[in-house]
């Protein structure tokens, strides 16, 4: 091609071969844990990738190379294979311009006739930033109606100056923060950022709490993100109490014709969060759960059953998982004459059985004596 102007090129493959990357921080545990990180990666420092391999199982990594979009320069790395199509990539140093992730490898499902060798790149360019914000958080416990601090760091190396903080959250709860952070000499500084969910927050209640810093201007950012738990503090430790109201039974020798019927109260007590659920462990009857008429705290509890099913166990939960088991019967026992009578016999049967044994030991001693004699 020969052109007097300038012109692009664009080519286009089909290939069922790609990968997906990730930053990741590898702890220095004897197992190699590692964790995502989800902000952006800093300018000049060291980093790591997890690089997955996807669209053949005959493929494998041979090289990762940061690439900057303008220019030549790039940064190699080294390249550890986990398995499963799945490396940790090592780099000494990320650049401060924009780069992307080039990664080459080899396929070995192609013929000897063939090289093999493949080569992907990032679709994206990525840029580093000469920011860092970080959180040192390791209770993510956020209580209703009550606020709570969270202290992060911005840094910038060997720069001091100003950055603007935003921070947002994804279920809109009140934020209070400083809207801009001046950084020492060093180029560091701290903050807060009080967050407040509403009393009335169901527990359990995941929230993304985001925060960023920005040079002025805009021409550098970048964040961190902390993920909270909604959860109330607990207080109540005791489970909940029943009370038996009424049982009342004509169970007879034909259990199939005649039923019982018992009535339980439950209550979770003066500084209980109240009950939540009750239920049927054991027992085969008909059970109806409502609430006492001069008590809104209590939980009136009907139970109706065979008298074939003499047994029933009630599962009472208050609403901070507090759990209580109620066992009820009208099972018939054998009267205590039955019971004294086997033990009479077994002791009658005792006695005799050594009375014959003493008259049998006196025959013998006897006889012994008389042929002693006789000689």
């Known amino acids: 091609m020969k052109s007097i102007n300038p012109y692009s090129l664009k080519v286009i493959g089909e290939s069922s071969i790609d990968f997906l990357f990730n930053f990741i921080k590898v702890s220095n545990s004897v197992f190699g844990e590692f964790s995502l990180i989800e902000n952006r990666p800093t300018a000049g420092g060291n980093a790591s990738l997890l690089v997955t391999l996807i669209g053949s199982e005959d493929i494998m990594v041979t090289e990762v190379t940061l690439v900057e979009s303008a220019g030549s320069g790039q940064v190699n790395s080294t390249v550890e294979a986990l398995g499963g199509g799945e490396y940790v ?20 499902s192609i013929s000897r006739a063939s090289s093999g060798i493949f080569q992907r790149q990032s679709t994206t360019s990525l840029r580093a930033s000469a920011l860092n914000v970080a959180i040192d958080e390791s209770d993510i416990v956020l209580e209703p109606g009550t606020p709570r601090s969270v202290t992060f760091s911005v840094m910038k190396a060997g720069e001091g100056g100003s950055v603007i903080i935003q921070a947002t959250n994804d279920k809109s709860f009140t934020l209070h923060y400083p809207t801009n952070l001046t950084l020492d000499a060093g180029g560091s500084a701290t903050g807060s950022v009080n967050i407040t969910a509403p009393p009335n927050t169901p527990s359990g209640t995941s929230v993304t709490l985001t925060i960023e810093a920005a040079a002025p201007g805009g021409a550098d950012s970048n964040y961190v993100v902390l993920r909270l738990t909604v959860l109330p503090k607990v207080t109540d430790f005791t489970p909940p109490v029943c009370k038996l109201l009424s049982l009342q039974s004509n169970c007879s020798d034909n259990c199939s014709q005649s039923m019982w019927d018992l009535s339980v109260q439950v209550t979770d007590g003066v500084n209980g969060t109240g009950v939540d659920r009750v239920s049927l462990r054991e027992g085969s009857g008909t059970l109806n759960i409502s609430m006492a008429a001069d008590n809104e705290t209590a939980t009136v509890v009907s139970y109706v059953a065979s008298c074939c099913s003499p047994d029933v166990q009630l599962v009472a939960v208050d609403k901070v998982g507090n759990v209580e088991i109620c066992s009820y019967s009208v099972r018939r026992t054998q009267p205590a004459t039955t019971i004294s009578s086997v033990t009479t016999a077994v002791t009658s049967f005792s006695t005799r059985n050594n009375f014959s044994i003493f008259i049998c030991f006196g025959f013998t001693v006897l006889s012994f004596l008389l042929l002693s004699l006789g000689r």
Request: aromatic share 10%; charged share 20%; proline share 5%.
């Open 89 to 108: 990539v090592h780099f000494d140093r990320i650049p401060s311009v924009e780069f992307v992730v080039l990664v080459k490898g080899q396929n070995n």
